[in-house]
């Protein structure tokens, strides 16, 4: 049901509760990772709910006691979406999840992101399209940390050379100054560099004197 519906029929009738989602039910590990062997819906399906997550966001920050509950759960719903993807393969959700990447809305992109990193994590080749959504999302006005802090990851895992020069202009960026994007590209650097920049006075300049060594 949409936000404003659901809205409209808590001031008429009281607040509903949401129903508790099958994927709920799901065991997890130590780390709280479900199994994902349990995750045999569509891709349609995971990315309805990444989708439905998404749609919530316009009540974000709503006074209103009906929408704290629904907002939850609709958070639960965008979370179990991408590990729904996540257990499809990239051989069926990677349509998806370049989509998402590609979102309006941040969250969106950060679930895109998400998805292709953990499939990296798993061993999977995904520098092309991660590197090409990392572009994309440094290039954009209202570029989104956690999106870019995870591309960055994937093409640092795959020691990608090509990501370079990607990550020597997120280093210059006048937005690296707060820290949180910097510290993602010098890690990704150190996973292509394989070495540490352990300059304790300054480890972005060792990791700028690396790049400059390189040409880039």
Avoid: C
Avoid at 24 to 52: C, K, M, N, W
Avoid at 150 to 155: A, H, K, N, P
Avoid at 180 to 190: H, I, N, R
């Amino acid at each position: 049901m949409h936000a404003a519906l659901r809205w409209l029929k808590h001031a008429l009738l009281g607040e509903e509760s949401p129903p508790r989602l099958d994927e709920e039910r799901f065991p997890v590990d130590a780390t709280g990772r479900p199994d994902l062997t349990r995750f045999t819906q569509s891709v349609a399906h995971y990315a309805g709910y990444i989708g439905d997550y998404l749609e919530s966001l316009d009540v974000r920050g709503s006074k209103n006691p009906a929408t704290s509950a629904w907002q939850s759960y609709a958070y639960r719903k965008g979370v179990f979406g991408q590990w729904g993807l996540i257990a499809r393969g990239p051989a069926e959700a990677l349509t998806t999840a370049l989509e998402l990447l590609r979102h309006p809305v941040a969250e969106g992109r950060q679930a895109g992101a998400g998805v292709l990193g953990a499939w990296a994590r798993d061993g999977v080749d995904l520098v092309a399209p991660s590197l090409a959504a990392a572009e994309r999302e440094l290039s954009r006005p209202d570029s989104d940390v956690e999106t870019l802090s995870s591309l960055m990851e994937v093409l640092g895992r795959a020691r990608s050379e090509a990501a370079l020069p990607l990550l020597a202009r997120v280093l210059r960026a006048p937005e690296s100054t707060t820290g949180d994007l910097a510290w993602s590209a010098m890690e990704a650097l150190q996973e292509i560099a394989r070495q540490r920049f352990v300059d304790p006075s300054d480890p972005k300049q060792a990791a700028e004197r690396w790049l400059r060594e390189r040409g880039f």
